[in-house]
């Protein structure tokens, strides 16, 4: 039995199936479903599977990081808590109201993608009505108890997981010739100039793309709070998450890679109108299978609203959890008997009502408006892991702890969270590096990519400067549990 909610306290009902499920709910969507097929067009399959590669290793020390610390200290609001307790209160602030703003928008931006989708089967039906629809939907499940709440999403990611799955072997045997009766072997890999294709600029290219896909393997962190014996499941977590995901990124791109030569153009043309240019729908339809984009459409719409899911118990738990700190205001620490946080809950939920906006100008438009909105913040909130867990680990030994005390012990400190850090913060800074150079300086394609940069940044000065924060030292670092 989940333990009851007392003095304004979240329940810890959740197991290890729950948080990883939770985790790849966030993480796995649009960017394998639609955005895969760009990255094998624009870098060719080896430079695709590099790129996703190099950003999968720096997610697995990013998870490694973020399991030492919240094994240790589980928390809800565990980016901004870590950062205000183990570097300065001011950037915890910054990455707090950061995180939340990007799941806030990212409940948006999915059920605005989920409205489009359903323009599939009913291209006549309005998309206020379907906004409305699903954003209930979404809200309904958060506010169920947290058991009941990680059961939903559990199987909502397993839709997912199961589709990946199957197309995973349903492109092996084709591969190798036993489903069609044509080999097709690596020949994926040898057309044109592949493996790579466009060189060192279309993979750096491609791992921004990567990033994004990746976003949400973090929200492991934010669920520590709730679950039923963290020191125990976090790392059970953390060491699933990665793998699974790793695992049904690079198969799933290896095989629509052997499959579907990267200079097919259909590869360019999947997106949220356009169904039957999926990149999964074109391996099903050569594998003979009916309606395959009526079934990838569905998948695909059950995977925007188990991440909007997810993404609104993120947001969710951290503006709770900010509010405890006295860092937002005090009546967002409400919690209802089912002990969800009522008041956070709502008010994100109004920020998901930006979807309705699609309703009433261009969904296409509307939608890349706050999917740019969103993005940068992630890798902000990454950089966020990599700082806190450096000056964690040196902390923990000043004031004289043992490393064999940790319930997890993250591999390769110093060089993991420093690697990572850097790697985040070369991505945030070029991920439109083409508005710079080939021409006239493109300031507005600068101003949609990079405006939550100076919003993070702005954030920080501001509250350092009101509140006169300094960074903490290593002794007076507070590590109470």
């Known amino acids: 039995m989940p333990e009851k909610s007392t003095a304004n306290e979240l329940q810890r009902g959740l197991k290890a199936r729950h948080l990883t499920m939770i985790s790849i709910g966030g993480s796995i969507g649009t960017g394998l479903f639609l955005a895969s097929g760009t990255s094998i067009y624009t870098a060719g399959p080896g430079g695709a599977l590099l790129a996703y590669t190099i950003i999968g290793v720096m997610v697995y020390l990013l998870m490694t990081s973020l399991g030492e610390m919240a094994s240790y200290m589980p928390v809800s609001g565990s980016f901004s808590t870590y950062a205000s307790k183990f570097a300065d209160p001011a950037l915890g602030f910054a990455l707090g109201w950061n995180y939340w ?12 993608a989920a409205a489009i989708l359903m323009k599939y ?24 108890p947290v058991k009941k709440y990680g059961e939903a999403e559990y199987w909502f990611a397993m839709i997912k997981v199961a589709a990946i799955v199957v197309f995973i072997i349903t492109g092996l045997l084709m591969i190798f010739g036993i489903l069609t009766g044509e080999t097709s072997g690596l020949s994926g890999f040898t057309a044109g100039d592949a493996p790579f294709h466009g060189g060192i600029l279309a993979v750096l290219g491609i791992m921004m793309i990567a990033g994004f896909s990746f976003q949400g393997t973090e929200i492991v962190g934010i669920v520590a709070g709730e679950s039923d014996n963290p020191k125990k499941n976090i790392p059970i977590a953390v060491k699933q998450i990665f793998w699974r995901i790793l695992l049904f990124y690079m198969l799933a791109i290896f095989v629509i890679a052997m499959i579907i030569p990267f200079t097919d153009e259909r590869l360019m043309g999947g997106g949220l109108s356009n169904m039957a240019m999926s990149p999964f729908t074109l391996v099903f339809e050569r594998a003979g299978i009916a309606f395959a984009a009526s079934v990838m459409n569905a998948v695909i719409l059950t995977s925007v609203l188990s991440a909007g899911n997810s993404g609104l118990y993120a947001a969710t738990r951290m503006l709770y959890v900010m509010a405890k700190e006295k860092k937002a205001p005090a009546f967002l620490t409400r919690i209802n008997k089912n002990g969800v946080p009522i008041f956070a809950l709502l008010l994100t939920g109004l920020i998901g009502m930006l979807a309705f906006m699609s309703s009433l ?12 909105a969103s993005g940068l913040t992630g890798f902000i909130a990454w950089m966020g892991i990599a700082v806190s867990h450096y000056r964690f680990r040196k902390g923990y030994l000043a004031q004289g702890n043992r490393l064999e005390d940790l319930p997890y012990k993250a591999k390769w400190y110093p060089l993991g969270p420093i690697m990572a850090g850097t790697l985040c913060l070369f991505i945030i800074l070029g991920q439109n590096y083409q508005a710079f150079i080939g021409g006239p300086i493109d300031w507005y394609g600068i101003l949609v990519t ?3 940069l100076p919003i993070f940044i702005g954030t920080w000065i501001c509250y350092k400067l009101f509140h006169k924060t300094k960074w903490v030292k290593l002794q007076k670092m507070d590590l109470s549990q």
């Open 361 to 372: 100008y261009s969904e296409e438009t509307v939608f890349l408006w706050l999917l740019n």
């Open 121 to 144: 089967w009913l291209p006549d039906s309005s998309s206020l009505m379907w906004n409305v629809l699903f954003l209930l939907l979404i809200v309904g499940l958060n506010l169920m």
């Open 450 to 452: 990079y405006i939550g």
């Open 101 to 112: 703003f990007s799941w806030a928008i990212t409940l948006a931006v999915e059920t605005s």
